[in-house]
């Protein structure tokens, strides 16, 4: 069972049921990050950015099993946890002291 998986607007590399999901930052995002060394430079900035928040966001952010209503729902994140976890996640892309709120 090794069903490519693209998901809408990320441009990374295909995803299979055998990848891991822990949350670990793959080997694939370590040579994506060398390969775009220039992250913030030249043209199309604000889309450079905002990929880079993606993937960042795809590689790192933890999935967890969650119950609402008597059902378990493995690997996924609440949206609370989305917004936590880049609250956190964007000071690190955006730069000149602006404050980011909720």
């Given at each position: 069972m090794s069903e490519a998986v693209r998901l809408?607007?990320?441009?990374?590399?295909l995803l299979t049921l055998n990848d891991n999901f822990s949350g670990d930052a793959s080997c694939s995002s370590k040579k994506r990050?060398?390969?775009?060394?220039?992250?913030?430079e030249g043209?199309?900035?604000?889309t450079k950015i905002w990929n880079g928040i993606l993937?960042?966001?795809?590689?790192?952010m933890p999935l967890k099993r969650h119950r609402r209503q008597f059902k378990t729902?493995?690997?996924?994140?609440?949206?609370?946890?989305?917004?936590?976890f880049l609250l956190e996640e964007l000071p690190s892309f955006i730069s000149g002291g602006?404050?980011?709120t909720r």
């Open positions: 809408k607007g990320y441009r990374g590399p990050a060398d390969s775009e060394e220039n992250l913030f043209q199309f900035k604000a993937n960042r966001f795809h590689d790192t729902y493995e690997a996924c994140f609440t949206g609370k946890e989305a917004v936590d602006r404050e980011i």
